[in-house]
């Protein structure tokens, strides 16, 4: 997704072929702009449940109900800023990908976002085909996140030698059981 950088290089983001899935949450005391943002994300990703909020506590409760795979989060909002809200988000969903958005781009906050561990930082207004590339990039993040995790408990609690799950690996693994079954 390099394509906000040069967008002559490469070539056109493909975000249509995203089929895993997924919950967005976008935060914003902007209410309008809020539901801007996931109707643009809900047109490019089908297959994503873009939902608003329109205050940190109200994205909290909601991140509490049922998560996210991906926050976008407004800076400057009345009651909990963007930052206190992304430091308590990511200890209630620890795999979630972050995404701060400020029509004030500071480089101090940026710098700030990032080291409490948000995944990217756009300015408003955002340019639609690098907030794609930012919510591409950062439900992949997520989702490799989640299988990292789900593969570092595997390891841990000795789970099964042979990961995976495709058709293949499945069939493989019963053949190795039903062997050992007969010796």
Same mark, same amino acid.
């Given at each position: 997704?390099?394509?906000?950088?040069?967008?002559?290089?490469?070539?056109?983001?493909?975000?249509?072929?995203?089929?895993?899935?997924?919950?967005?949450?976008?935060?914003?005391?902007?209410?309008?702009f809020?539901?801007?943002?996931?109707?643009?994300?809900?047109?490019?990703?089908?297959?994503?449940?873009?939902?608003?909020?329109?205050?940190?506590?109200?994205?909290?409760?909601?991140?509490?109900a049922?998560?996210?795979?991906?926050?976008?989060?407004?800076?400057r909002?009345?009651?909990?800023d963007?930052?206190?809200?992304?430091?308590?988000?990511?200890?209630?969903?620890?795999?979630?990908? @972050? !995404?701060? /958005?400020? &029509? +004030?781009?500071?480089?101090?906050?940026? $710098? #700030? @976002? !990032?080291? /409490?561990? &948000? +995944?990217?930082?756009?300015?408003?207004? $955002? #340019?639609?085909?690098? /907030?794609?590339?930012?919510?591409?990039?950062?439900?992949?993040?997520?989702?490799?996140?989640?299988?990292?995790?789900?593969?570092?408990?595997?390891?841990?609690?000795?789970?099964?030698?042979?990961?995976?799950?495709?058709?293949?690996?499945?069939?493989?693994?019963?053949?190795?059981?039903?062997?050992?079954?007969?010796?």
């Amino acid at each position: 997704c390099e394509r906000e950088r040069n967008p002559m290089r490469l070539q056109p983001l493909n975000t249509m072929d995203w089929q895993e899935g997924g919950r967005i949450l976008v935060v914003d005391d902007e209410v309008d702009f809020a539901r801007g943002l996931c109707r643009l994300i809900s047109a490019e990703f089908p297959d994503v449940e873009c939902v608003c909020a329109a205050s940190g506590h109200e994205a909290l409760a909601e991140l509490s109900a049922r998560g996210a795979d991906l926050l976008i989060t407004d800076l400057r909002m009345p009651g909990m800023d963007g930052i206190s809200l992304l430091k308590r988000a990511l200890e209630l969903t620890p795999n979630m990908a @972050a !995404v701060v /958005l400020t &029509a +004030y781009g500071a480089i101090e906050t940026a $710098v #700030e @976002a !990032v080291k /409490l561990d &948000a +995944y990217d930082f756009l300015t408003k207004p $955002v #340019e639609t085909s690098v /907030l794609y590339c930012v919510v591409l990039r950062g439900l992949e993040r997520s989702r490799l996140t989640r299988e990292n995790a789900r593969l570092r408990e595997l390891l841990e609690t000795g789970g099964p030698a042979l990961i995976g799950e495709s058709p293949s690996m499945v069939r493989l693994r019963s053949s190795a059981v039903s062997y050992t079954h007969l010796t």
